[in-house]
């Protein structure tokens, strides 16, 4: 059984104005009908461009926002808007960790109160107890017990993210949500603090959501990987299947962006650029969200939007990559793309499209 399921989860934000006579004149389309699963011991990576929807979508799994449709289930239990009394036994199993480790932990406070703070609220043994077990979560997490009396400013950021971690492992969770944890990091502290999630999921058989915008940082942590693109998944698969064969054209746009070490297989690799802005996701592009933008783009995409199919590659695209392609496997992607019979310009240039 799955120990989280998202069905057709959607989140809007309205937009108000009036000072005294408040009016909703808008929506703003954060989460836009996205489903998910995710099974005990899993990673699944979240990844896609900044204002796609991944933050808010872990937010409302975690019941930190109330959902406007769709269904959230944890351990086959339906978590979807609880109130906070019923959503707080959830809480010890749900935990999350936050993008900025300068920003998440009080200042005011000792990273011992900080990291002991789930073992208060929920009432969690003896003031006895709760110092042993912040000793014990120090060390686990690499740092020395010894400075569990120091504020946050006296640690470097990668230690704050370490004592992040322990604050998420205090009370034992079986799932953590982890919103960007190692974007704000240098390379080298974003390597040892992946390889310390890791080692504790193996240890621990702990299960990720695992959010970034960086596909070279998802790919060595996550089982699967799912891609947004304003609001909905675009692509669906296993990681090692989503990094060697793409089929969705914004999934292939991700990875053409991202470094490569070896310069050689840099310089063999083809070049996606795309052109126009990210629409808006109060007045989202209608059909596929991602057509304004797309070089293999046809009238259909503008009219229909397509449905995430596939068995364990799922791409919710009307022409994917891919040898099965209605387009076939040789269909020219970037500069070289099929024009529009109206205008000179590659499709998507500009952001232009058919609306």
């Given amino acids: 059984m799955n120990l989280l399921e998202v069905d057709g989860l959607v989140k809007h934000f309205p937009i108000r104005e009036g000072a005294v006579l408040r009016r909703t004149v808008g929506q703003v389309h954060a989460v836009d009908g996205v489903s998910l699963t995710l099974a005990p011991g899993e990673t699944l990576g979240l990844v896609g461009e900044a204002g796609c929807g991944k933050s808010t979508l872990a937010r409302c799994i975690a019941g930190l926002h109330p959902v406007t449709a769709g269904k959230v289930s944890f351990d086959g239990q339906d978590i979807t808007n609880l109130s906070r009394s019923a959503m707080r036994p959830f809480r010890r199993d749900i935990q999350v960790m936050f993008q900025d480790p300068y920003g998440s932990l009080n200042p005011r406070r000792r990273v011992g109160s900080i990291i002991a703070d789930p073992l208060v609220i929920h009432g969690v043994g003896t003031p006895g107890e709760r110092r042993r077990a912040v000793s014990e979560l120090m060390e686990r997490v690499g740092l020395d017990p010894g400075h569990h009396n120091r504020f946050p400013a006296e640690f470097s950021g990668g230690q704050r993210q370490r004592i992040g971690v322990a604050r998420a492992l205090a009370l034992k ?17 974003q390597a040892q603090i992946l390889n310390l999630l890791k080692d504790l999921q193996n240890d621990l058989g702990l299960t990720y959501l695992f959010i970034a915008h960086d ?65 808006s996701p109060v007045d989202p592009p209608s059909g596929c969200r991602f057509h304004p933008r797309c070089p293999r783009a046809r009238e259909v995409c503008a009219i229909r939007q397509p449905a995430l199919e596939g068995t364990t590659h799922l791409t919710a695209c009307h022409f994917p990559i891919g040898p099965d392609s209605p387009m076939g496997p040789d269909f020219p992607i970037g500069p070289d793309s099929p024009t529009r019979p109206d205008d000179e310009r590659p499709y998507g240039e500009g952001g232009a499209g058919w609306r």
């Fill in 173 to 189: 969770p079986r799932l953590i949500i982890c919103d960007e944890p190692v974007s704000a990091l240098d390379v080298s502290i």
């Fill in 215 to 279: 596909l070279s940082v998802v790919r060595h942590v996550s089982d699967r990987i799912a891609v947004m693109y304003l609001g909905r998944v675009a692509e669906l698969a296993r990681a090692d299947e989503l990094y060697e064969h793409p089929r969705h054209p914004y999934s292939d746009a991700l990875l053409a962006a991202t470094a490569v070490a070896d310069p050689d297989v840099a310089d063999r690799r083809a070049r996606v650029v795309l052109t126009g802005d990210v629409p």
